[in-house]
């Protein structure tokens, strides 16, 4: 039990929170999204190749920030030395990838038909993403359960 005036110290609240969210419900969703977007899409992968590219390179990119994911809240749940560099890198790989994201569909080759028909959409999706990993990084920057919990791996 931690004591009256004492920094709140260990995997617990909003940071067990993050843990679970980054172990179970982040990779869950990118899963689940993949195969009902990928059954979804089939029948115009004939008509639009760059479609079938565009879904490719998303399902590579989904699993692989799936698996950097699961790092990353393995390390923090386990208080391993450099969770929170792990944590924070995660979140810029995020970040990133949300940036370039409504971009995809013209990097892939699809027809600007689709391009323009996914770019409001994807742009939002895009922004939703970047306003939820702030969140996350300022709690990780910020926190004081964070700071006492991760003090001794910096």
Do not use: Q
């Not at 995997?11 to 899963?31: I, K, N, Y």
Request: overall charge positive; proline content about 5%.
């Amino acid at each position: 039990m931690e004591s009256a005036g004492a920094e709140p110290k260990g995997v617990r609240g909003w940071l067990l929170f993050l843990c679970v969210t980054l172990t179970v419900l982040d990779p869950s969703a990118v899963l689940i999204n993949l195969f009902i977007v990928t059954d979804a899409a089939k029948p115009y992968f004939a008509r639009n190749p760059g479609f079938f590219r565009l879904i490719l390179v998303n399902g590579v990119a989904g699993i692989t920030l799936s698996v950097f994911s699961l790092y990353a809240g393995i390390s923090l749940w386990k208080r391993l030395p450099g969770a929170l560099t792990v944590a924070r890198n995660y979140i810029r790989t995020v970040f990133a990838y949300s940036i370039l994201a409504p971009f995809l569909p013209r990097l892939v080759g699809s027809t600007f038909h689709a391009s323009r028909e996914t770019f409001a959409l994807t742009c939002l999706n895009s922004l939703f993403t970047i306003f939820y990993l702030g969140i996350w990084y300022l709690y990780l920057n910020r926190s004081a359960r964070v700071r006492a919990t991760y003090h001794d791996n910096r």
